[in-house]
């Protein structure tokens, strides 16, 4: 068997249904065995950052593995945003490249470097490239190793904290006969023998003690609250985590990754904390007196850059199965357990049961820490009011007339979409951010970003992505006027593949977060913001028109839900462009404040700008607020 064939019935036995792609002579025979692959449908895209981009999406859809395939040299470094992205996000993602041949290669037999740059045509040696954003990285000199790099790769790519692996393979190396029957194997470690991330180190405590411990600091709780992460999804624990919170009841809020695992209509989903915030997703997280985050690794974001004053009156529970992002905020943490995040939820669960359904909050012990029954209705009751006096749109944001508040149009698209379409955006810019800060979810409905790296240029292949995983089902993709030049060469595939995938794009003249960063920090001169300052974005609906594409644009708030539901009632693809609020205020968001001396101070996460007048900030403040 030629070893590309074995490489790509790998892929297929794995389940994968889809590969992306560009092709190219370093990767010519992997090329060749994917052709004639019945079961994987492989999609061209027009640039390898498109088709890492498309499989981190595709993996996140599925919640499984993705696989990119791309060449030699400039195919792979092409490819390394996306692959970046997959890593900060803990995607599992397959990438595969061509390498030139093995004589040709610029190191020794040994593996020494020969000192030159280059010596094959379009020699890249990707593999120390892509090293530090990938869990297994890989160029495959023994062909009797295939397997062995392979399974090893995707065990690791799904096991632990999940992220990316990365096979190379040099085209001497593709094209070799092996026996297929006779190909050393990866042992995976036993479960119980091998060095887990997700347990603890030697003479840690033990999970169900961890457990025994978060329920005592709950048992003691005035105010608990809840805070879940992607760690949750990425640990198949969505039901399991649904079962703990219809079982205690006590206030939730999510990341922005884990924003659609619960509904945003639950009344006792608070909202989606951090620096651009609810008012009540900050004010509940800085007055609980016990915070349990689940799969949620806490950055920056949230903890508002001062993890000190991050919850700071709470008993705070962190859950997560990375060690270091742990130990980043051990000072602050009261019980750190480094756990999976699945693992977890099933013990606190096992520690619980219902005495009747009739009573759901009285719990019978397994042990002696069981959950206690509790009247906290004026905690619950409090954390509702926030969310209804704070609420994210408002009026304001639904004036029915001039140029479209992307407050409003998330709300809309939030509401006319149904819990079956799915959801992405472009993952930087002013507009995406109040796009994904603002946009509702209902139970089931899936968005997706690229939270860690926040590269523009996500939102047109990742929507090719979610839409080939999701079956071809209707995709919606919100993107910035200038995250969507990213990528625009991918509306070719779309329209090739005829995907039904709606896109708004917010035209605001070019790039408007720059516009106000610069604006705040500098004034005058501006550089590459918009069309006077050195950046310009084309008539999108001609673009559009040229890929063969329907086009929509919405001029104006009038009957904005008229129009948004006519785009989504299109069939097949639409680019819609949609005049927004050029500088559309961005808020309620962290902020800090000068001093009379000049210096900056921050100001914590419950006192957002625009500041609320004293008399109300107090008002709201349940913990003793900080000198100002
Ligand atoms: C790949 C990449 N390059 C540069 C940046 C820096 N950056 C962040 S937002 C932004 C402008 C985004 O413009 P647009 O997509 O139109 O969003 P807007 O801010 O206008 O809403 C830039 C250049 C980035 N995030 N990603
Ligand atoms: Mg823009």
Known sequence: MKLSDYVIQFVANLGVKHVFLVPGGGAMHLNASLAQCASIEPICNSHEQASAMAAENYAK????????????????TNAVTGL??????????????????????????????????????????IVSIVKPLTKY????????????????AVYLAQTGRPGPVWIDIPLDVQAAPIDASDLPAFEAPHPCAAPQPDTQAAGAPDLAAQVRETIDALNRAERPLILIGNGVRLAHAEDQFRKLFD????????????????????????????????????????????????????????????PEKFARAAHKVMVDIDPAEILKLAPFIDTPIC?????????????????????????????SSAVQPKDRAFWNQRCTDWKTRYPVVTEDHRKPEGPVSIYHLAEVIGQETTPEDLMISGSSGAGIEIFLFACPTRTGQRIYHTAGLGSMGNGLPGSIGVCIAGGRRRTVCVDGDGGFQFNIQELETVARLNLPIKFFVLNNDGYASMRASQTNFFGSPQLGC???????????CKVAAAYGLRTARIESQANLRKQVRKVLETPGPVVCDVMVIPDEVRGPRLSSMQRPDGSMVSKPLEDLWPFLERDEFHANMIVETLPE
């Open 84 to 125: 970046a992205g997959a890593w900060l996000d803990s995607t599992p993602v397959l990438f595969l490249s061509g390498q030139v041949k093995r004589p040709d290669r610029m190191f020794a037999p040994d593996g020494a470097p020969l000192g030159m740059r280059q010596l094959g045509v379009q020699e890249i040696d």
């Open 61 to 76: 859809a599925v919640n499984g593995l993705g696989v990119a395939m791309v060449t030699t040299g400039p195919g792979g």
């Open 339 to 367: 756990a999976d995040a699945g693992n977890f939820l099933r013990e606190m669960l096992c520690q619980m049961s219902y005495q009747t359904p009739r009573q759901p909050m009285r719990l019978i012990p397994r042990q």
């Open 530 to 540: 918009d069309s006077r300052t050195g950046i310009s974005v084309p008539d999108l």
């Open 247 to 306: 079982l205690l009841r006590i206030p939730v809020e999510a990341t922005w990754c884990a924003a659609d695992i619960i509904s945003s209509e639950d009344p006792l989903f608070v909202g989606r904390p951090g620096s651009l915030a609810s008012r009540g997703a900050n004010f509940a997280l800085q007055n609980c007196d016990f915070l349990l985050s689940v799969g949620a690794r806490l950055d920056f974001a949230i903890t508002g850059y001062a």
């Open 137 to 152: 990285a890989v160029t495959v000199l023994d062909p009797q190793s295939i397997r062995f790099h392979l399974e090893k």
